[in-house]
């Protein structure tokens, strides 16, 4: 079998951590070039993974019109994943794009009919749609163990947690938003793919911006994606809650990169009619059920899998049958839609209905 010519654009965190390892893993592919602005990163990708016949670029654009690649992981930051993504689609190739899809819903809207129109695939990185737990509390709760799931409650809140403050993370015209997109869209597109993809029919939203927007009198021990720029921007949101009703389960959410309170919580929970699970994020989970007259609470344990390796390979595969998996923009774009809700809705200060 012939091997998948990959392109990696960005060789940053993620690239480190999910992306490049996994393709030095899978027999199916080979990484055949690494682009990044600043070449020493790409260099040391190389290294590291031992890519030894990988070109290095630092312009995207010089890896088009090789009729050799087959598609493109995009590991970029998030205002740069609708123009890179649209760019490789339409030279042919197809598409891995980190999450979130977009900075808003047009751009995300636009990859997804640029995708159609030039017959590509396109996954999004909803690396917990490949979760072995995640996965678990799916087929439990389609089997109708825990009957009609009637309402969501999910928490992803840390104490202090703001990402390299002042870069592009908390720069809003760079990233789209704080937390809710940063964090919030991984536990959004978990509940949808839970609840298979409901209709959502209205949102209504507060996000915040509190603890981080006087820079220098935030105090943290220790910070992601860099140290604190403190010439730079602070304007997204470190906290934020909403309200989704759908033509099923409603869903209620808190999150927070930073709050007064220490205590992490990252959990979700769903209620049904029959039974209940409380997931503790890219954990396990508790079930309770009610059955033959009893209560029982049983902690699932699951075989461990990686989930970034699944995402992988199921790219390739889909690369490979041209069958849309699971993280396909198809699949996956509703939680750009709650996500460009929620902010409007705290922009008017009202509900946004979407039907």
């Given at each position: 079998?012939?091997?998948?010519?990959?392109?990696?654009?960005?060789?940053?965190?993620?690239?480190?951590?999910?992306?490049?390892?996994?393709?030095?893993?899978?027999?199916?592919?080979?990484?055949?070039?690494?682009?990044?602005?600043?070449?020493?990163?790409?260099?040391?990708?190389?290294?590291?993974?031992?890519?030894?016949?990988?070109?290095?670029?630092?312009?995207?654009?010089?890896?088009?019109?090789?009729?050799?690649?087959?598609?493109?992981?995009?590991?970029?930051?998030?205002?740069?994943?609708?123009?890179?993504?649209?760019?490789?689609?339409?030279?042919?190739?197809?598409?891995?794009?980190?999450?979130?899809?977009?900075?808003?819903?047009?751009?995300?809207?636009?990859?997804?009919?640029?995708?159609?129109?030039?017959?590509?695939?396109?996954?999004?990185?909803?690396?917990?749609?490949?979760?072995?737990?995640?996965?678990?509390?799916?087929?439990?709760?389609?089997?109708?163990?825990?009957?009609?799931?009637?309402?969501?409650?999910?928490?992803?809140?840390?104490?202090?947690?703001?990402?390299?403050?002042?870069?592009?993370?908390?720069?809003?015209?760079?990233?789209?938003?704080?937390v809710l997109i940063d964090w919030g869209v991984h536990f959004i597109d978990l509940i949808l793919y839970v609840l298979n993809n409901p209709s959502i029919i209205s949102v209504s939203?507060?996000?915040?911006?509190?603890?981080?927007?006087?820079?220098?009198?935030?105090?943290?021990?220790?910070?992601?994606?860099?140290?604190?720029?403190?010439?730079?921007?602070?304007?997204?949101?470190?906290?934020?809650?909403?309200?989704?009703?759908?033509?099923?389960?409603?869903?209620?959410?808190?999150?927070?990169?930073?709050?007064?309170?220490?205590?992490?919580?990252?959990?979700?929970?769903?209620?049904?009619?029959?039974?209940?699970?409380?997931?503790?994020?890219?954990?396990?989970?508790?079930?309770?059920?009610?059955?033959?007259?009893?209560?029982?609470?049983?902690?699932?344990?699951?075989?461990?899998?990686?989930?970034?390796?699944?995402?992988?390979?199921?790219?390739?595969?889909?690369?490979?049958?041209?069958?849309?998996?699971?993280?396909?923009?198809?699949?996956?774009?509703?939680?750009?839609?709650?996500?460009?809700?929620?902010?409007?809705?705290?922009?008017?200060?009202?509900?946004?209905?979407?039907?």
């Amino acid at each position: 079998m012939d091997k998948i010519n990959i392109g990696i654009i960005g060789c940053g965190t993620i690239c480190n951590s999910a992306h490049a390892p996994n393709y030095k893993n899978n027999e199916k592919a080979n990484v055949k070039y690494l682009v990044d602005l600043k070449p020493e990163k790409a260099e040391a990708v190389k290294t590291k993974f031992g890519f030894s016949d990988a070109q290095i670029f630092t312009d995207y654009k010089q890896i088009l019109n090789d009729k050799t690649l087959d598609a493109v992981s995009v590991c970029v930051p998030n205002y740069l994943h609708h123009q890179i993504s649209c760019d490789c689609m339409s030279a042919g190739l197809d598409v891995l794009c980190e999450k979130p899809i977009a900075i808003s819903y047009a751009q995300a809207r636009n990859m997804q009919e640029t995708a159609d129109k030039y017959s590509r695939i396109l996954n999004i990185g909803v690396v917990n749609r490949f979760d072995v737990y995640v996965n678990e509390l799916k087929r439990i709760a389609d089997s109708g163990r825990l009957g009609e799931i009637y309402h969501v409650y999910c928490s992803f809140r840390n104490h202090r947690s703001i990402p390299g403050m002042g870069g592009w993370f908390t720069t809003k015209n760079m990233s789209g938003g704080g937390v809710l997109i940063d964090w919030g869209v991984h536990f959004i597109d978990l509940i949808l793919y839970v609840l298979n993809n409901p209709s959502i029919i209205s949102v209504s939203g507060k996000t915040y911006c509190e603890l981080g927007k006087n820079m220098r009198e935030y105090v943290f021990e220790n910070m992601w994606a860099g140290p604190p720029d403190y010439k730079g921007t602070y304007n997204v949101d470190d906290f934020v809650t909403a309200f989704i009703r759908t033509d099923g389960a409603t869903v209620s959410l808190n999150g927070a990169w930073a709050q007064n309170i220490v205590n992490e919580d990252m959990t979700i929970e769903f209620l049904g009619s029959k039974g209940g699970v409380k997931l503790r994020y890219r954990n396990d989970f508790d079930l309770t059920v009610c059955e033959n007259g009893k209560i029982e609470t049983i902690t699932q344990h699951c075989e461990p899998s990686d989930a970034f390796t699944l995402e992988i390979d199921s790219f390739l595969d889909s690369i490979k049958t041209r069958n849309k998996s699971r993280a396909n923009i198809d699949n996956v774009i509703k939680s750009q839609i709650i996500m460009d809700a929620i902010y409007k809705s705290s922009e008017k200060n009202s509900e946004i209905v979407l039907r």
